[in-house]
């Protein structure tokens, strides 16, 4: 009998507000395998998050209008069922990415896609 082959989340929400950046990452990981789920905003983010299957590693720019990062991440974090998720950053600026607590990876812009694929892998197997 075949050993049955563990389970690997698929699922990557991109949170970011630069509609090229967020479909350029889309496509990259798509054509990996990943089923890609995208963001605006963290606002936007947070009200999908219940609707999606959990995502295994949140892609999030800093600087965003409506509901930024920082705030995301905040909301998040108060969230017990959310507050598992991994989290990258995905910015240009790394200095304010220095003070963001709580991400497990900083991918700096423009994105390594060799960097980029680590990460997920890392994260989603």
């Known amino acids: 009998m075949a050993e049955a082959t563990p389970h690997r989340c698929r699922t990557i929400l991109i949170v ?3 509609a090229a950046i ?3 990452l889309q496509l990259a990981l798509e ?4 089923a890609v789920k995208i963001a605006s905003n ?4 947070l009200e999908m998050l219940p609707r999606i299957d959990t995502p295994c590693l949140i892609l999030l720019d800093l600087m965003m209008p409506i509901m930024n ?5 905040k909301a998040l974090r108060q969230d017990m ?7 990258a ?3 240009a600026f790394s200095e304010e990415a220095a003070d963001f607590e709580g991400a497990q990876a900083l991918i ?3 994105v390594d896609l060799e960097l980029l694929y680590q990460v997920v892998r890392k994260f989603c197997g």
């Open 16 to 18: 970011e507000d630069d």
């Open 81 to 87: 069922v959310l507050a598992p998720i991994p989290v």
């Open 22 to 24: 967020r479909t350029a």
């Open 31 to 34: 054509m990996e395998g990943y």
């Open 108 to 110: 700096k812009k423009p």
């Open 42 to 45: 963290g606002k936007e983010a």
């Open 69 to 73: 990062g920082w705030e995301f991440a």
């Open 89 to 91: 950053i995905v910015t």
